[in-house]
């Protein structure tokens, strides 16, 4: 087991790795964000990983701005020079509750009547974890994984 820390670029040692899941680099400003996944993605190149695996959004994201740092990150991954896979994860659960709101004796969300999904992060996780098992598959170009086990379509 090794200890990585992306703030600490002499941390990042992925020398014997052969795929890199990378996971966003948690909450903090975007141009933090973007050094962070820039520090790993710097490592990856140095130590010679083979192939790139990024958990980013469902869509591209031009029209959310929240999420400059992978639309960034995605470029970055895109033009590094490792083959990579870049994973369209839908919104976690787990955070759906966060939005929503009691409007008297009935919950509202955000999304006002529209539909919408929410996958499962366990699920996600097994996803990226069967992707970096055989990253070769839908390398180069966005994979959408459905909530099921093993269906995928690029």
Do not use: K
Request: glycine share 10%; with cysteine; charged share 25%.
């Amino acid at each position: 087991m090794r200890r990585l820390d992306f703030d600490d670029r002499s941390s990042l040692d992925l020398a014997g790795v052969s795929t890199l899941v990378l996971i966003s680099a948690g909450y903090a400003e975007d141009d933090q964000v973007i050094a962070r996944h820039t520090a790993a993605l710097d490592a990856a190149v140095r130590d010679g990983v083979r192939h790139v695996v990024y958990t980013s959004l469902t869509g591209a994201g031009d029209h959310l701005g929240f999420a400059l740092a992978h639309r960034a990150t995605e470029r970055l991954v895109r033009t590094c020079g490792v083959p990579w896979t870049i994973l369209r994860n839908g919104l976690y659960a787990e955070l759906f509750g966060g939005l929503l709101t009691w409007a008297g004796d009935r919950v509202e969300s955000a999304f006002g009547d529209g539909a919408m999904a929410a996958v499962a992060r366990a699920d996600l996780a097994e996803a990226a974890a069967i992707i970096a098992a055989d990253p070769a598959q839908p390398a180069g170009r966005p994979t959408i994984w459905s909530a099921r086990r093993s269906r995928h379509r690029r």
